[in-house]
């Protein structure tokens, strides 16, 4: 996760995250990404149940629910030994999570644990009293998936009327007082929706979007000849940077991260090189602090039948199952081959990975693309677009 507004427009310094002491469990939200103790912000997919059909889904969520999801109760108990182990955040997700009627039942429990609480959603199941309930359980942020205007979207999403759903679900918790936000899922067939997307924010007023790089995961693995090219990656990110810092300069305050390549903070320290020397030296710390990729470490995922994966796209892999052991115990248990590989999977990495300048701030990018593509999990990471001079150690 990289903060395009916090690092390229400035609003975020390395002293920020330095006065909280960098730790997890008292850094406020917008500066969790540069803690020290990386406890795992997890990702807990509770149910695969979804009224949506996104061609890109990574968790191959459909409409047929069934008895393998964990119960309320199992439920409760995982968020028990979550909030013991120090989880600052969970974050339900799906299928659809707003499918359970028991969401805000475990949403609260979570947030009376001490955890804040998210949801990401596709958005079209929010209705009025669903966000006043959200509200008053003390969640903390909504994300939700848009793929474009509405007719991409509409496309993406395999029901029409999905996109208007959505943002009525977005006014819904605008008029509710929850932080609400975007997340788009970048590829070659919505690129061009970037600057909607922008346009959006400003005419709704919405504080946040998140723009994600494309996951070869799920029916996310059919897209793979959808994903950007190198230099339409490079563009995209661009347009991103423009955008936000053209926001910024108006006065207008947003909070604008891209997601799932860790190349975006190389190629964003490199452009602030030739723009603004002394920033990019303290956008270099910020990275060195947000050490890059963090699956297996900072980030982790529980499924919708307890099972426990690197992160919410490393679903044939699991460490272990949720109903045998606490979550807790599986994570902290690094004689699990890949477990404990992931946790210091620097020393792993091949190829232009293991010789990269940028390794310890993008942290070997994502190992579940290049074993998605190569079959090799160590390979390096088929989306880094950055070239072989911009990794060479003697630039």
């Given amino acids: 996760m990289i903060g395009i507004s916090k690092l390229y427009c400035g609003t975020v310094e390395p002293s920020d995250a330095l006065r909280y002491g960098r730790h997890s469990g008292c850094l406020p939200s917008h500066l969790l990404q540069f803690s020290k103790d990386k406890k795992p912000v997890v990702v807990w997919n509770i ?30 108990k995982l968020i028990d030994d979550l909030a013991g182990y120090g989880v600052p955040v969970l974050l339900f997700s799906g299928g659809e999570p707003l499918v359970r009627a028991d969401l805000p039942e475990l949403a609260a429990y979570a947030v009376e644990k001490g955890m804040r609480a998210v949801i990401s959603t596709n958005g079209t199941r ?34 029409k009327g999905a996109f208007q759903a959505a ?26 929706e970037i600057p909607g997307i922008f346009t959006l924010l400003e005419t709704m007023d919405i504080p946040r979007v998140c723009f994600y790089h494309l996951v070869y995961a799920g029916r996310g693995s059919d ?28 006065g207008l305050s947003k909070e604008v991260l891209t997601v799932d390549n860790h190349a975006d903070g190389p190629y964003l320290y490199l452009r602030l090189l030739g723009e603004n ?24 995922c529980v499924s919708w039948d307890g099972s426990v994966h690197a992160d919410q796209f490393w679903r044939h892999y699991s460490f272990g199952n949720v109903r045998e052991r606490p979550f807790s115990e599986i994570w902290s248990d690094t004689s699990e081959p890949l477990l404990g590989k992931l946790k210091d999977k620097k020393n792993y990495v091949k190829g232009r990975c293991a010789s990269c300048r940028w390794l310890d701030i993008c ?26 001079e911009e990794i060479s150690e003697t630039v």
């Fill in 363 to 388: 942290g070997g990018n994502f190992r579940v693309r290049a074993e998605a593509l190569t079959g090799d999990v160590w390979a390096p990471d088929p989306a880094c677009y950055l070239t072989d």
């Fill in 126 to 159: 929010i209705t009025p009293e669903k966000a006043r309930i959200l509200k008053e359980i003390g969640l903390s942020y909504v994300g939700i998936s848009l793929d474009g205007m509405e007719q991409v979207n509409d496309h993406f999403r395999g029901v």
């Fill in 277 to 300: 020397p002394e920033r990019a030296k303290e956008v270099l710390e910020l990275l060195q602090m947000n050490e890059g990729n963090s699956s297996g470490r900072g980030i982790g």
């Fill in 47 to 76: 149910t695969r149940h979804c009224n949506l059909k996104c061609v890109h889904c990574y968790a191959h969520a459909d409409n047929n629910s069934g008895d393998y999801e964990l119960t309320t109760v199992e439920g409760k």
């Fill in 167 to 192: 943002i009525e679900g977005i006014r819904n918790c605008q008029d509710a007082g929850i932080k609400v936000g975007l997340r788009f899922t970048i590829n070659k067939r919505n690129v061009d």
């Fill in 223 to 250: 897209l793979v000849k959808e994903d950007l090219t190198h230099p339409e990656t490079r563009r995209a990110v661009d347009l991103i940077m423009d955008r936000t810092r053209e926001m910024h300069n108006r």
